[in-house]
């Protein structure tokens, strides 16, 4: 069955540094997201990304991330100067029609 | 603007009872629906959906849910707990029209503890 992978699972960045979070969605989908879930809080939708533009984004999606599918089968989330605050489990899924699949997740700390 | 509320952000059962896990939502337009779960340590896997057919859904592992209008409500339930239904599961809501592309709303999640 297909599914959505991440990479990496982990990830430990210093405050100030830029990461990059990867993606492979399910390959005949047409439309990608990423949401991130904050230890003990709600998951959260950041941003939505189709036909090779932002399609929605939240108010926590400001000017520090941007989103790119750089080669038609990856779709990364890049924070360009991370913060304490970005700590969180970062999910990407992806959808064909009105179901979403999840990822397994990244988690991102930043000390 | 959509929102959804799950009553109990814990829920303990025994195994072998039944599982009742609450979902009431808002949305301006009529809802799609979702019901994920989320085992430690892994990501959201979907258990089961309403999208405007048959507004009892049934899901995967013997869970269903009921999608009731009148009561914004959209419950989820199993006849009988097993050990390995413990887990946390997410209730979600995306809006109804032709665009495949909607965000999904969530709720605050319950972690369901099932006790030999």
């Known amino acids: 069955e297909p599914e959505v992978t991440q990479t990496p699972s982990h990830q430990v960045t210093q405050m100030g540094q830029e990461v990059i979070l990867r993606c492979v969605p399910i390959?005949?989908?047409?439309?990608f997201y990423w949401y991130r879930q904050i230890l003990g809080q709600k998951v959260e939708f950041l941003v939505s990304f189709y036909n090779n533009e932002i399609s929605e984004k939240s108010e926590i999606f400001d000017d520090q991330f941007s989103v790119e599918r750089p080669d038609g089968s990856n779709f990364t989330l890049k924070i360009r100067s991370t913060k304490l605050e970005d700590s969180a489990m970062y999910f990407c899924?992806?959808?064909?029609?009105?179901?979403?699949?999840f990822g397994p997740g990244t988690r991102l700390l930043v000390l | 603007a959509q929102s959804v509320t799950q009553l109990g952000s814990h829920v303990s059962v025994s195994e072998g009872a039944l599982v009742l896990l609450r979902c009431n939502y808002s949305s301006s337009v009529p809802p799609y629906l979702f019901w994920y779960v989320q085992y430690p340590n892994q990501g959201l896997q979907l258990l089961l959906k309403y999208t405007s057919a048959a507004t009892l859904v049934k899901g995967i592992n013997g869970f269903e849910a009921e999608f009731k209008k009148s009561e914004t409500s959209f419950h989820l339930t199993k006849p009988s707990a097993h050990m390995s239904d413990a887990a946390e599961y997410f209730c979600?809501?995306?809006?109804?029209?032709?665009?495949?592309?909607?965000?999904?709303?969530f709720g605050g999640g319950t972690r369901l503890m099932v006790k030999p």
């Open positions: 979600a809501v995306s809006v109804r029209n032709n665009n495949a592309g909607n965000m999904l709303t």
């Open positions: 899924a992806s959808s064909g029609s009105k179901t979403q699949y």
């Open positions: 390959s005949n989908h047409l439309y």
